[in-house]
């Protein structure tokens, strides 16, 4: 545990601020406000999976507001093309030569808002970006801002009009979080913020301020990046994501990249409640949203309803937990 003249004290501050600011425009989404906070620190990205009205994109335009960093918004369709998202070559006649229009993608967070309603071909143009924080056109690489996260939503693919994400894309997201329907209080409270003036589009009047700036997320990232683990917990988070490719029920298991995520992930979260090492606990906490979408089950496991939770649930049950 960290202790009481902890050097990182006043940046975990600055932190909890941020999920205050966010919690000034969104009501009862506190875990999805974690895990966007843990993508940040962890320098990962996020798709918010969720039914319609259930604050998806207004959770990402409150973070955004309450960081000083820039945002874009590119509303994905059936008919956006990949140059639409990460620029593309355009002549100009003056000039009488080619010149690169950069695209949405360079921001520092972008907001792909139902990313699953554009075809595969769209949504793969974002591999290369969200991997490597660049963009090749014609033979030539940007670097994208630092820092740079995508913050992707989407509708349950039952849903009309939607496509399925690529497991090569899925698997750069280091998190996915489900945004459930709220509690009848809280919609109680989303209504009544309405009825007294709240205009969601109006996040500055609701009173979301910027807290957090690129060179604070960044100090903030270099400390999370020293949070130990110890070999034991190491072992524990492969010994995780190898038992997912052993389950019966599972097609395709969590890599080895879903591995190292885990990891991040859990750094990430430990640093926010103060530890400077990482505890079987942290993995635990993490191992859900990190993993439920690197998962592909079998047919058989479909039809039955087995859900990639629930599957996670029972390896979590049965993987020996080191002391």
């Known amino acids: 545990m960290a202790t009481v003249d902890d050097p990182n004290a006043a940046l975990r501050d600055s932190f909890a601020r941020l999920r205050t ?98 075809p595969p071909k769209t949504q793969s143009a974002l591999l290369e970006a969200m991997e490597e924080r660049q963009v090749s056109v014609d033979g030539e690489t940007r670097k994208l801002p630092v ?28 998190l996915k979080l489900i945004l459930e329907l709220p509690e009848r209080t809280d919609e109680v409270e989303v209504l009544h913020r309405h009825s007294t003036g709240f205009n969601p589009r109006d996040l500055a009047g609701a009173g979301v301020t910027a807290v957090l700036d690129a060179e604070t997320i960044a100090q903030a990232q270099a400390a999370v990046a020293k949070v130990g683990a110890s070999a034991d917990v190491i072992g524990y988070a492969v010994d995780l994501a ?19 995520a885990l990891l991040a992930a859990a750094k990430a979260w430990a640093w926010l409640q103060g530890f400077d090492a990482i505890t079987p606990d942290h993995i635990q906490a993490m191992a859900l949203p990190v993993m439920r979408h690197r998962i592909q089950l079998r047919p058989e496991a479909e039809l039955e309803g087995i859900s990639p939770d629930a599957i996670l649930r029972s390896i979590l049950q049965q993987v020996q937990v080191p002391i």
């Open 242 to 260: 190898r038992a997912t490719r052993q389950s019966p029920s599972v097609k395709l298991g969590v890599s080895p990249r879903g591995a190292v």
């Open 147 to 174: 820092p740079f996260m995508v913050a992707a939503t989407m509708n349950p693919i039952e849903y009309e009009g939607t496509y399925t994400l690529p497991e090569a894309q899925l698997d750069r997201f280091l």
């Open 21 to 118: 600011e966010v919690g000034k425009a969104v009501v009862g989404q506190d875990s999805a406000v974690t895990g966007l906070t843990i993508a940040l620190l962890a320098g990962g990205h996020v798709l918010l999976e969720g039914v319609p009205g259930v604050a998806k994109t207004l959770l990402v335009r409150s973070l955004s507001a309450a960081l000083n960093l820039e945002t874009k918004r590119v509303q994905f369709t059936p008919d956006l093309m990949p140059g639409d998202v990460t620029g593309s070559l355009v002549y100009d006649a003056k000039a009488g030569e080619f010149e690169f229009r950069a695209g949405p993608v360079f921001t520092n967070i972008l907001l792909a808002d139902e990313i699953n309603r554009t």
